[in-house]
């Protein structure tokens, strides 16, 4: 019966996920986001080897994934949602609104933030939407504190009925670490609903009294967390008051501890760690401002625990010009900010421990900068090079993806938010209508960001009879954050099957009366079916224009995507022109200065053979096994 | 090269989307983490891995809190491509080595003519950082019979700069590697181990 304990080099999300299957969550829901992505699988896989009941989903979108965990919440049961933090503010209107119901099982909300941004729109802090909302967060600063948080979160919320959120940056997620567990007893709950209208579906009469319980719920938990000294709290205090010490949360709270400590100065610079910024426990706060002569804070992205502590004249932080409000608070940046307060407030500086004369030899250089780039064989750059063929002078709508990298073809001009590919593409065309102009316009958006946020989008455009080209990017799955599953194949987030709802039965749902489904691969009837499109969308009786552009992704599906890999030769006939490197953008064509003309990296290319299309001069050719000739293309 | 057993060892391992940066330093971070290390490291996913530039940062020690290597405490520059390697030097330690494979891979927009790629990578390596280790790693590896043993021989380079027990280094190898290459692996190790000192470097 019994069995030892294990241990594993756990992904930061890895981490999140044990703690909230040892918080015993029977539920969790979420959209893949980077850096949240891998906060379900990890749960999934590591409930499945201890054998706990666990039911998970990839919601479509995220409101849709909270509004699912609120309702198992509210059956009693304990439940998750995982996403980024953009997907947030897609959640927002549900978090709003269940921040007055409240709860009866515990909910964890778990909204990763990406400051730098390396790989999101925004550089928002959840923080901030916390406070918003009026929802309690949790801020990690490693792995091993996101897990004992998320546990502590989870028993919060539920004892105070209220949902809880666990706010980890991309340094805590793609952190790893190694952790260490005991087996987890399964604790199922039964789902129960006791009816409660007042509660459950309260009108405004009743939301003000919701509010006003709200409000004297933070302030219990307020005083709860000024005693979490888990989470919370300073190593014991020098006699009297140091002229500078430090108030910091989540990753610059380790990263200004290793500093501090890698220059043997944690003695002469106190630091107040806060895990848990709202509601913000003002008292430790406070008792620790009156020891200091001056504060620094420290916390990622925005100035959120700066502006809790009242007497601004002692705080050095955003608001003072000593951090700066946007990027990354990474090492040096920390440095660079410390090195500034301890000189102003009298002491010794750091210790300069990197030569400033690299780092010039380093901006002379100007090193190239790699721009992220369409995989080699991916179906995406073959559709992007079609669509700037049919349709060059056209307005190119599109949305977030894989797919934003057809910026590198000139066949990205916009990129808002998820679905704003079809959405800005209806505002386009009523704007230039109005003035009575036709503008071609041709919005691009992948499959799982138009199952997310696509419908609402091409429902009213068809409605207000819009006029573009919308192409639909079907890979038939959610490619840059992991190769998660979508609706349209109907896989689930367990691997089991659900019911596939087909993008084509989608589009003709909302009214679409022009659809084509195209593969990318065959770029000749892509661009002869755009020009059917856009005539269809300029008829009087005409309206938007759908083209399926299908395509396995290669790397999620490397045999179906190239059954064939073919073997590819750049010919001595290589007219130089460049058109195969800076329109096509392959990134296995390269071109040989000393051959003078354009080359085939044969191990980064995927053999998909697209290019043979693209060479105006046919240089580009297919070695054929068997006699090891080269046979030109033909088409 | 040798540090007190507390200090935290700080291993930047930097290359190109695609080239395995991150599987090396999930290697390494398995090997000192059975060494008996509390090991903490830093990877990217997402945008970034769209051949980009990749970092992975590890670190252990006896006791690590932040994943992050500050700037000037890198003791080791693992890089798999070597404009990367020189994009990085900034983060080395005074007595900091790189250890840089002599594969170059030129970003397309350099052959737009916006951008350069530096020529003379080599020698920045040379005159800039102390005693650098530049490995032929594709054509060892291409002698080895696969172009996709750079990653393991340039970890058999690294292991003689690192102090941890060959003997884990061998068996985590051997563990993370498809079975049907575990031999061919295992030899690439040894091969990158035994270049320092031997011809093949400059």
């Known amino acids: 019966m019994s069995r030892s304990s294990r241990t594993e080099f756990l992904l930061g999300n890895g981490a999140i996920a044990l703690g909230l299957l040892e918080a015993g969550c029977q539920v969790i829901s979420s959209y893949p986001g980077t850096p949240s992505s891998e906060i379900l699988p990890e749960a999934h896989r590591i409930a499945e080897s201890e054998g706990l009941p666990l039911y998970v989903e990839w919601s479509v979108n995220e409101k849709v994934a909270l509004d699912v965990a609120f309702a198992a919440a509210v059956t009693g049961k304990r439940a998750a949602c995982c996403m980024k933090q953009v997907g947030l503010n897609v959640a927002l209107d549900s978090l709003m609104s269940a921040a007055y119901m409240g709860t009866v099982g515990g909910l964890v909300v778990i909204s990763c933030d990406d400051p730098g941004p390396h790989s999101s729109q925004t550089e928002q802090d959840t923080r901030l939407l916390a406070r918003a909302a009026k929802v309690p967060v949790f801020d990690p600063s490693c792995p091993e504190e996101a897990r004992e948080m998320v546990r502590t979160a989870m028993e919060i919320s539920e004892e105070f009925r209220i949902p809880v959120i666990l706010r980890p940056a991309i340094r805590v997620c793609h952190a790893r670490q190694d952790l260490c567990w005991d087996p987890i007893p399964p604790r199922p709950r039964r789902a129960e609903f006791q009816r409660n209208p007042t509660r459950w579906a309260a009108t405004p009469r009743f939301r003000l009294k919701l509010h006003e319980e709200l409000n004297g719920k933070l302030k219990r938990i307020e005083e709860r967390f000024a005693t979490l000294y888990r989470f919370n709290g300073s190593d014991p205090a020098a006699e009297g008051v140091v002229p500078l010490g430090i108030i910091a949360g989540g990753v610059p709270f380790a990263v200004v501890k290793d500093l501090l400590e890698e220059e043997g100065r944690e003695k002469e610079v106190p630091v107040l760690k806060i895990g848990t910024p709202y509601p913000f426990p003002e008292s430790l706060a406070e008792e620790f401002l009156s020891r200091c002569e001056k504060v620094l804070v420290l916390e990622e992205t925005d100035a959120v625990m700066e502006v809790f502590l009242r007497d601004r004249r002692k705080v050095w932080g955003r608001l003072s010009g000593h951090v700066p409000w946007e990027g990354e608070l990474i090492p040096q940046r920390i440095a660079e900010v410390l090195d500034r307060a301890l000189r102003d407030v009298g002491l010794d500086p750091l210790e300069a421990s990197s030569d400033p004369e690299v780092f010039h030899l380093m901006e002379r250089l100007q090193l190239p900068v790699r721009r992220p780039t369409l995989c080699p064989g991916c179906p995406h750059r073959a559709a992007f090079y079609a669509i700037r063929k049919a349709l060059p002078k056209a307005i190119f709508t599109s949305d977030i993806g894989c797919y934003t990298l057809g910026l590198n073809l000139g066949a990205v001009d916009t990129c808002l938010d998820m679905g704003a590919a079809i959405t800005m593409a209806s505002g386009f065309s009523q704007a230039f209508a109005q003035d009575g102009e036709l503008r071609p316009i041709v919005a691009t958006i992948g499959d799982s960001t138009f199952y997310h946020s696509g419908t609402a989008g091409l429902l009213n455009a068809v409605y207000n009879d819009a006029r573009f080209l919308l192409v639909i990017l079907d890979n038939q799955v959610t490619a840059m954050t992991g190769m998660q599953p979508t609706p349209g194949l109907g896989v689930r987030a367990d691997g089991s099957l659900g019911k596939a709802v087909p993008l084509e039965r989608v589009v003709e749902g909302c009214g679409v009366q022009f659809l084509r489904i195209v593969d990318p691969y065959e770029i000749p009837s892509l661009v002869r079916t755009l020009k059917e499109g856009w005539d269809y969308v300029r008829e009087p009786q005409g309206g938007i224009a759908v083209i399926i552009a299908r395509h396995p992704c290669v790397l999620a599906y490397r045999e179906e995507a190239i059954p064939q890999k073919k073997r590819l030769k750049i010919l001595e006939t290589c007219k130089e022109c460049r058109l195969c490197i800076e329109r096509f953008e392959c990134p296995a064509i390269l071109f040989d200065e000393e051959a003078g003309r354009a080359a085939i990296d044969p191990v980064l290319c995927a053999g998909c053979g697209v290019c043979l299309q693209v060479c105006p001069n046919k240089s580009i050719v297919e070695v054929k096994e068997e006699a090891g000739q080269e046979a030109p293309h033909k088409g | ?202």
């Open chain 2, 1 to 202: 090269m040798a540090k007190a057993s507390w200090e935290v060892n700080n291993v930047l391992i930097v290359g190109v989307g695609g080239q395995g940066v991150i599987l090396a330093s999930e290697i390494l971070s398995e090997v000192a983490m059975r060494s008996g290390f509390d090991v903490k490291k830093s990877e990217v996913h997402g945008m970034a891995q769209r051949g980009g530039i990749v970092s992975s940062h590890v670190r252990y020690g006896s006791e690590v809190a932040s994943p992050l290597i500050p700037q000037g405490e890198v003791d080791v520059l693992l890089a798999f491509e070597l404009a990367e390697a020189v994009r990085w030097i900034g983060f080395l330690s005074p007595k900091g080595r790189v250890i840089a494979s002599r594969q170059r891979l030129v970003p397309p927009i350099v052959s737009t003519g916006l951008a350069s790629y530096p020529e003379d990578a080599e020698s920045i390596l040379q005159r800039e950082t102390w005693a650098p280790v530049l490995v032929d790693a594709q054509q060892l590896a291409n002698q080895l019979g696969n172009p996709r043993l750079v990653n393991t021989i340039l970890l058999g380079v690294a292991s003689r700069l690192l102090e941890l027990p060959h003997r884990t280094w061998r068996r985590v190898v051997s563990e993370r590697v498809p079975k049907a290459y575990r031999e061919l692996n295992l030899a690439a190790f040894e091969q990158g181990r035994g270049i320092l000192g031997s011809s093949s470097v400059s």
